[in-house]
């Protein structure tokens, strides 16, 4: 994307994005921070990434940014879709500008997205023995998963660049690759859910399987420990944000109903070797809106919502 001014300052700043993984509906805020005498007359400008065919990002400026704001901070009302973001700066006539952000990415957890990306072993964690594979559906037909790892500079690929995509399926070859989050992306800027994938590097260590996508209020889930066989270990304890669960070992962790207080890191420990952390998100149930001309409000679900209304008018007969 070429700059609409003439000068352009060496300064780079940076954004930040809170939260970055947001509740479904939740606001964001970006922040674009670092330069020398922030207050002297410079206006933000914020961007969001839009993809084009040939697998790379340009930038398109956000609604309600195409003249800047005085204040260097922005707010994305939610729900949002899983996209990168950055933001620069520029002051005077003609315009002078800062160089772009480094990217920042906002991680959807829309429960309704317009694709969704299923994992093969259905588990965040991995070990470098393992074959994973990652599946798109949606509408669209030409899915393209994406990976995106923060080291010393942001690296997003398609999954081309580090496994096999057979239709809207990436076989990713673990044996050489890290950490990352991955999502599915289609050519018109539709996106899913975005899911974290660790690789065990140890193989002597337990492996935690915990559910790779979001858990909903009051659902059963189940947490094991299991070798590099995938044998099931006896004898485990199970820790919630470093703090033991419980103080008899036992082989799975069993949560009848979750709720938001189960929300966190999860570990196992098996023989005195650790498993890597894995964070499970809790959501809640979807809003339903309830119109309240009776007393008390009877959900709106259609048709049944009538036949209710009607049976209630025949009883208060």
Known sequence: MSDPGSWRSSVDPVLSVSPSWPNPGASVTLSCEGLEHQSEGWRFFWYKTVPDPSSH?????????????????????????????????GRGEPKFYTYYSKLKFIWSADPRPAASLSVNPDRVQHFRSDSVSLSCEG????????????????????????????????????????????????????????????????FSAPLLVSPVHPVTDGDPVTLSCRDQKQKLLSNVFFYHNDKL??????????????????????KCQHSGKE????????????????????????????LPFITVTIALLVLLK
């Open 245 to 266: 669960l419980q103080n008899d070992s036992r082989g799975e962790l069993n949560i009848s109903a979750v709720s938001k207080s189960d929300e966190g890191f999860y």
């Open 275 to 302: 498993s890597p952390r894995s964070w499970m998100s809790v959501r809640g149930h979807l809003k339903i809106n309830k119109p309240c001309a009776l007393s008390p409000c009877v959900p709106y679900t259609g």
């Open 139 to 202: 509408n669209s037909t030409e899915w393209r998963v994406m990976r995106f790892i923060e080291r010393d500079r942001l690296l997003y690929f398609t999954c081309s660049s580090w496994g096999t995509m057979t239709g809207s399926t990436c076989t990713i070859d673990v044996s050489w690759n890290n950490d990352g989050v991955f999502w599915c992306e289609s050519r018109s800027g539709e996106t899913s859910n975005a899911i974290n994938i660790t690789v065990q590097d140890r």
């Open 57 to 89: 990002y340009s930038y398109e400026l956000l609604p309600g940014s195409t003249n800047g704001t005085e204040q260097n901070s922005f707010i994305i009302n939610g729900p949002t879709h899983t996209a990168g973001f950055v933001c620069r700066a």
